[in-house]
């Protein structure tokens, strides 16, 4: 920001308009303009939601994106870089050859930036030396509570940092925030929380892994504060997101919401969506360590009046069986939030993509947690994560009963016998449930369980779920994969 500007003072942004770019524009404008942000020559990074290549609404509106790279051009930015680290195992390149980020962004004046390095990486062997060499060139290790993150030194040496961030629900913090957004400022890699090391019940019932994931998140954030966040929630996705799922509804509020703080502005979105603050643990940490303002009186609200555009919204289930999955009994213990966010987006996905394959696969039971209800009479069982693995392993469907007729013949040495004749006994065998799928992880990888899903029931029994394995391995290479694990970054 410029000197002159008051770094004491919170301000935010209720804007609303009749297009997303007018939008943007009017919100920058009420805030001050774009010159209180951005100084002559400076570098700027503009951080956005890049997941897969799905296109809008998953990631940021493209249309609010190419105005704001026009009006930092216009406050003189000597260099404006966009980009984003994206889902485990996909690459900046396979999502940018899909939707042509780089052709599209270098036509407006601005570069995308491949913060994974997957450009230079994609499809070739290299060396381990060189991508050490290529690693300490392009990263920075910055220490934080005692833990490292990787974090691209384009971000780190930015002059100013700009979130623009695409709101949706979320399964875990009810709305993708900016907060959130910064999270994939860092690899992938330095994004997971390691849990196992901690697998035991008192981890699970304390909900440890979303206490982690909250301070790691604010860790991050620290390194790199923004000046200027942009929530975009012109269009949202409700019920079910942050992706594009069957249950997914668009919503259109046709608002924003902009300020100089991003706990601030998060905190003012929640409250245009009705939302309580006060089970919102994100938001409480932040506030307690001191970097924003949680109380909306103490914020120097602009624009449009809070309550008169204030709008409900449908979030996410908060219990798995409110997915309603065909053909599926979903039974559910005690859970951490890291392990109910991927059976989300996994029954999701099912739900969204396998319709024809539910069809052939009747009579699945899928348990997760710690200590699960047993399943009845069915003929495939799903374990979810370590913790259903582990604590359903003397489980009585863990083992199957077959029972079969043996015929003897017996001595006629009595009047019963003669008449009898032939006699049948009926004899009871105990084996192991092969109709068991293990599915490891805490907590587990979504693309190693439909991997492990497409193995056991097979290809003529998942059409569909064949077509998705086969999009996704356009979007994976296992070179690319390789040499990204090496560096550090998956």
Same mark, same amino acid.
């Given at each position: 920001m410029?000197?002159?500007s008051d770094f004491n003072e919170t301000e935010v942004a209720i804007v609303k308009d009749g297009t997303p770019e007018n939008t943007v524009l009017k919100g920058i404008e009420i805030l001050g303009g774009i010159s209180k942000f951005i100084n002559e020559g400076d570098q700027v990074f503009i951080k956005f939601n890049l997941s897969l290549p799905t296109g809008f609404p998953t990631n940021t509106n493209f249309d609010v994106l190419d105005t704001l790279i026009s009006a930092c051009k216009k406050a003189g930015a000597s260099k404006i870089f966009l980009g984003s680290f994206v889902l485990k195992t996909v690459t900046n390149k396979s999502i940018s050859s899909? $939707? *042509? #980020?780089?052709?599209?962004?270098?036509?407006l004046g601005a570069e995308f930036v491949y913060l994974d390095n997957s450009n230079f990486l994609d499809k070739k062997k290299i060396k381990e030396e060189q991508l050490e060499r290529m690693k300490k060139e392009f990263f920075s290790k910055v220490s934080i509570n005692e833990r490292e993150f990787l974090i691209p030194k384009v971000i780190e040496n930015s002059d100013k940092l700009i979130i623009v961030n695409q709101v949706n629900v979320n399964p875990l913090?009810? $709305? *993708? #925030?900016?907060l959130l957004n910064s999270y994939s400022m860092v690899a992938p890699k330095w994004q997971e929380i390691d849990s196992n090391?901690?697998?035991?019940?008192n981890y699970v019932l304390q909900d440890q892994y979303?206490?982690?994931?909250?301070?790691?998140?604010?860790?991050?954030?620290?390194?790199?504060?923004?000046?200027?966040?942009?929530?975009?929630?012109?269009?949202?996705?409700?019920?079910?997101?942050p992706f594009i799922y069957r249950d997914s509804h668009l919503q259109k509020p046709g608002l924003m919401v902009l300020g100089n703080n991003a706990v601030s502005t998060d905190l003012i979105t929640l409250k245009l969506l009705k939302i309580d603050i006060r089970d919102h643990g994100l938001i409480l940490e932040a506030n307690k360590r001191g970097l924003g303002l949680i109380d909306h009186n103490l914020i120097k609200l602009l624009g449009e009046d809070l309550e008169k555009n204030s709008i409900s919204v449908e979030l996410c289930p908060l219990n798995l069986k409110d997915i309603n999955l065909k053909n599926y009994l979903i039974n559910t213990g005690d859970i951490c939030s890291g392990c109910f966010k991927q059976a989300y987006?996994?029954?999701?996905?099912?739900?969204?993509h396998m319709i024809k394959d539910l069809k052939y696969n009747p009579r699945n039971a899928f348990l997760i947690g710690l200590n699960p209800d047993e399943p009845k009479r069915f003929d495939h069982v799903l374990l979810f994560g370590d913790c259903a693995i582990r604590s359903t392993k003397n489980g009585k469907f863990q083992k199957k009963q077959i029972k079969s007729k043996k015929s003897s013949k017996k001595k006629k040495n009595s009047k019963k016998s003669r008449e009898n004749g032939l006699k049948n006994k009926e004899t009871v065998k105990i084996i192991k449930n092969k109709n068991i799928l293990e599915l490891p992880g805490c907590p587990p990888d979504i693309f190693s369980c439909l991997e492990l899903i497409f193995k056991y029931y097979g290809e003529k029994n998942l059409p569909n779920l064949s077509l998705l394995r086969t999009y996704i391995k356009t979007l994976i290479d296992s070179k690319t994969t390789e040499n990204l694990r090496i560096m550090g970054v998956f």
């Open positions: 410029n000197e002159d899909m $939707l *042509n #980020l780089e052709e599209h962004f270098n036509n913090f009810k $709305l *993708n #925030l900016s090391k901690n697998q035991n019940n979303e206490q982690d994931l909250i301070s790691n998140i604010l860790d991050v954030f620290t390194i790199k504060k923004p000046d200027l966040i942009i929530n975009d929630l012109f269009y949202l996705l409700e019920s079910s997101g987006h996994l029954l999701n996905i099912v739900k969204t």
